[in-house]
């Protein structure tokens, strides 16, 4: 037992340089799929919104989430992922790098691993990848307002490609047309459009195109049975709960007070 034998090479080490998250921040992890645009057009996804690619997003989140270490809350739309680590973790002592790759390369390997759940016989066709970065944020408002960010961005542009794709699909424009059509147009002017042209309420769109996809942890109880056996009475069932914490995705509005108020425990 005893000291790691140190080679001559062992000064090469202190060229690494430190990349302690500070303390006490949110440690906020955001992928992005590489060249989607591509990869989305490769794999047939339906435009504008393929559920099944959204699904295994979120699958992996998941996996991300349960397989690796105090992240509380994740959220996510079209090809990227946030992932919160709490304010205390103090995981690989907060090295950005080991936080970011071990993100990345789980929810990587995970999306090719349930590939096939949600894609079925349609092969894929090549080893998709995912860009990290890393940014703190010191205040319970900070991180607030970057998840809300994130939402609005689902919403602009859900909105966007759902008036698009919906004069291209249902009016028969050009994707040059279209285009041109929607050149300069305000919110309410593709709500209107949607709505007075095509009969299409954009608030009635389902609520995981226009909302993207949360992941929290929840509490559960679980009723189990169990047989024991008593030295007197001999073998037994008994049955018994216990709460167990479990991944649940939410589609809702993360952007208002609401959200934030039923779910207290997770900002600290
Ligand atoms: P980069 O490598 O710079 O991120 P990118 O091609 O991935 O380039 P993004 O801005 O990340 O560009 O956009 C992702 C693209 O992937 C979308 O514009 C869309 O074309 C496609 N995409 C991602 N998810 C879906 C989905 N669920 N349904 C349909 N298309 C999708
Ligand atoms: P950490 O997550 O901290 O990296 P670790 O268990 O991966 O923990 P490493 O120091 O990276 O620890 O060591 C990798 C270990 O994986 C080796 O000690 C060995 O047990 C095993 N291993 C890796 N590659 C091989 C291989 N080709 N054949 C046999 N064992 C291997
Ligand atoms: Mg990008
Ligand atoms: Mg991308
Ligand atoms: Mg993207
Ligand atoms: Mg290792």
């Known amino acids: ?27 906020v992890v955001r992928l992005d799929g590489r060249n989607f645009h591509k ?13 099944r690619a959204l699904g295994l997003m979120a699958r992996s989140a998941r996996s991300v989430m349960e397989d690796l270490e105090d992240i509380s809350i994740a959220y996510g739309q079209s090809d990227e992922f946030s992932f919160i680590f709490k304010r205390s973790t103090n995981w690989f002592k907060r090295r950005g790098s080991k936080l970011m790759t071990h993100v990345a390369s789980q929810f990587s390997s995970s999306y090719v691993f349930y590939w096939k759940e949600y894609f079925g016989e349609q092969p894929l066709l090549y080893p998709p990848g995912f860009d990290g970065r890393v940014v703190l944020y010191p205040t319970n408002h900070n991180l607030k ?29 050009s994707t040059t047309q279209a285009e041109e059509r929607l050149n300069g147009t305000l919110s309410g002017d593709k ?3 949607l709505f007075s042209e095509f009969n299409i ?5 389902s609520p995981l195109h226009r909302k993207g996809t949360t992941l929290i942890w929840e509490k559960v109880d679980e009723t189990l049975t169990k047989t024991i056996s008593l030295p007197k009475e001999g073998e037994k069932e008994v049955t018994f709960t216990r709460s167990r914490r479990k991944v649940t995705a939410l589609n809702c509005d993360i952007i208002g007070d609401s959200f ?5 425990d997770i900002l600290e």
Request: include cysteine; charge should be negative.
């Open 260 to 264: 934030w108020e039923e779910h207290p």
């Open 191 to 193: 709500n209107e459009m």
């Open 1 to 27: 037992t005893g000291v790691m034998a140190k080679s001559k090479f062992e000064y090469v080490r202190n060229f690494e340089t430190d990349d302690t998250c500070l303390r006490n921040c949110y440690i």
């Open 39 to 51: 990869f989305a057009e490769q794999h047939n996804f339906t435009k504008p919104n393929d559920d």
């Open 145 to 173: 307002d970057y998840l809300r960010w994130r939402q609005a961005d689902c919403h602009i542009n859900n909105l966007y490609n759902t008036a698009f794709w919906t004069l291209v699909q249902k009016g028969g424009l």
């Open 201 to 205: 309420n954009y608030n009635n769109e």
